[in-house]
């Protein structure tokens, strides 16, 4: 899945049609537990499943799956160039780096030629609105350009959790700066058959406001 709008890869082929991924070399960023990489072992692709939560691959090794995991920093992939023929991360690392042309350039460094790199990260809109399922999260709220991050601390005053805001154009330009072509914008439309509500997701927003962008790049 790309996002919690429920788009899935299977029918999207953002990465290439399904039947075409058998025997690729594919870096999932960002992995989280690795299900992207598990359903991509299953086409019979080559995923390596990469996260900097060791505590989160501890969780992929428990569900199971015969592909490498690695613990490392997006911004400085322990590959060497060349190496995958396609990259994806479906809401991992981009949104948590102050510096994403940083890792932007390293998977551009560790992709062939003609490959493709795949990323999804809630829609930049969604900044300007409250984070809320109902009503209340359909007004504006703030401003779409402050680009201030998102800072969760614990009681010491330590940021456990940062998020950071780029707008759309910030986004493309970042793509472009790190020597992608941009090939698609996708924002995947709310499906009817969706009805889960969490968090801020909810069919009423999304079907008013988009809530994932996802961004299809090249190396040329």
Wanted: aromatic fraction near 10%; charge should be negative; glycine fraction near 10%.
């Amino acid at each position: 899945m790309w996002g919690p709008e429920g788009l899935d890869e299977a029918e999207a082929e953002l990465l290439g049609p399904p039947e075409e991924l058998k025997g690729r070399d594919v870096l999932e960023i960002g992995a989280g537990a690795a299900q992207c990489s598990r359903w991509l072992a299953a086409q019979g692709a080559r995923p390596v499943a990469l996260d900097i939560s060791h505590r989160q691959l501890q969780h992929a090794l428990r569900i199971g799956g015969s592909f490498p995991l690695v613990c490392a920093d997006a911004g400085a992939l322990p590959f060497a160039d060349a190496s995958f023929d396609l990259a994806c991360s479906a809401y991992g690392a981009l949104p948590f780096v102050a510096e994403p042309v940083e890792v932007l350039r390293e998977v551009r460094r560790v992709l062939r030629r003609g490959g493709r790199f795949v990323f999804s990260v809630t829609h930049p809109i969604r900044w300007a609105f409250p984070d809320e399922p109902g009503p209340e999260g359909l007004s504006v709220s703030g401003s779409y350009f402050d680009r201030t991050p998102y800072v969760e601390q614990d009681e010491e005053g330590r940021a456990v959790y940062v998020e950071h805001h780029r707008t759309l154009g910030d986004r493309v330009r970042d793509v472009v700066a790190a020597g992608f072509r941009l090939v698609d914008l996708v924002e995947p439309e709310w499906p009817a058959w969706n009805t889960s509500e969490w968090g801020g997701w909810s069919p009423l927003r999304g079907n008013l406001i988009p809530g994932t962008a996802i961004f299809v790049c090249e190396r040329d």
